[in-house]
Nanobody
Framework: QVQLVESGGGLVQAGGSLRLSCAAS????????MGWFRQAPGKEREFVAA????????YYADSVKGRFTISRDNAKNTVYLQMNSLKPEDTAVYYC????????????????WGQGTQVTVSS
């Protein structure tokens, strides 16, 4: 069982930066791939980024590649999403998720989800 709590969301102007954190409980965190997804009002949940359980492989949606960076600290049971050059279209609720299997862009591969943190980017 893995419980996830996101933090770090907020309101930022376009071009600004935010760093999201996702704190996990459970001793098996280091054996889970982690992902970030987001959902804007009226839209489906979409993949943002994922990282392997060792942290040696990362994956990004084309829309955030070059602007967002996913990382993890297994000693702290935490995964991060550094978001730079934010755009109004990045506005969404951001969720972290854990998968006891290889990292994936499909939300169906993730067994555990946090409650989400709101990110709002003003133009």
């Amino acid at each position: 069982q893995v419980q996830l709590v996101e933090s770090g969301g907020g309101l930022v102007q376009a071009g600004g930066s935010l760093r999201l954190s996702c704190a996990a409980s459970g001793r098996t965190f280091s054996r889970h791939a982690m992902g970030w997804f987001r959902q804007a009002p009226g839209k489906e949940r979409e993949f943002v980024a994922a990282i392997s359980w060792r942290g040696d492989n990362t994956y990004y949606a084309d829309s955030v590649k070059g602007r967002f960076t996913i990382s993890r600290d297994n000693a702290k049971n935490t995964v991060y999403l550094q978001m730079n050059s934010l755009k109004p279209e990045d506005t969404a609720v951001y969720y972290c998720a854990a998968a006891p299997r290889p990292a994936s862009s499909s939300p169906y591969e993730y067994d555990y989800w946090g409650q989400g943190t709101q990110v709002t980017v003003s133009s």
